[in-house]
């Protein structure tokens, strides 16, 4: 059964830091594109970047200079370091292959909350 377990959410002020991780046991993780995904109250889930298995990163425009996605092939872990947050960036955020979503799961998420 996969499992996909994010954390290191919280709530922040604008201009804040926070980093995301990502732990994904039984994916054959080294050979996978991997991304993160927020999905904020009342929209539906986007994607927010992605790094393929040979460290190729993407990010959608609205992150791009502040968010950084990285990952572990070892501990089998992603990671999103996320600075300059804005309110707009309030969501919950998820872990996932790209294509989404790995064997049909999704994990719980982690919430992140940037007031203004």
């Known amino acids: 059964q996969v499992q996909l377990v994010e954390s290191g959410g919280g709530l922040v002020q604008a201009g804040g830091s926070l980093r995301l991780s990502c732990a994904a046991s039984t994916i054959i993780f080294s050979t996978k594109t991997m991304a993160w995904y927020r999905q904020a109250p009342g929209k539906q889930r986007e994607l927010v970047a992605r790094?393929?298995?040979?460290?190729?990163?993407t990010y959608t425009d609205s992150v791009k200079g502040r968010f950084t996605i990285s990952r572990d092939n070892a501990k089998k872990a992603l990671y999103l370091q996320m600075n300059s947050l804005k309110p707009e960036d309030t969501a919950v955020y998820y872990c996932?292959?790209?294509?989404?979503?790995?064997?049909?799961?999704w994990g719980q998420g982690t919430q992140v909350s940037v007031s203004s």
């Open positions: 790094i393929s298995s040979d460290t190729i990163t």
């Open positions: 996932n292959t790209f294509p989404p979503p790995y064997q049909g799961a």
